[in-house]
């Protein structure tokens, strides 16, 4: 999918032409207006879970899970990426 190329469309046509833009948000995504406005992205299935997994979490220093706290302590630095090196 090439995210650099949007569609654009206003909301009264998409509804007009649904099947169409689901057809063509496999390709690319489509931009859907509302009173001349972007309010909604229209995108293939397989890019909407792509960009699910790609989520971050985050998380205070009270509600760090046991398994990420110790993956953090016990990280180290590869070397050549220190100023002590």
Known sequence: MNLFKLIDTDA????KRAGFYQDEAIRNPVVISKNGRPKTVLVAYDEFIRLRERDRRSFTIDDIPDDIAD???????PKG?????
């Open 81 to 85: 990426l220190t100023d002590t090196d």
């Open 71 to 77: 993956a953090i302590l016990s990280a180290e630095v």
């Open 12 to 15: 009264t046509d998409f509804a």
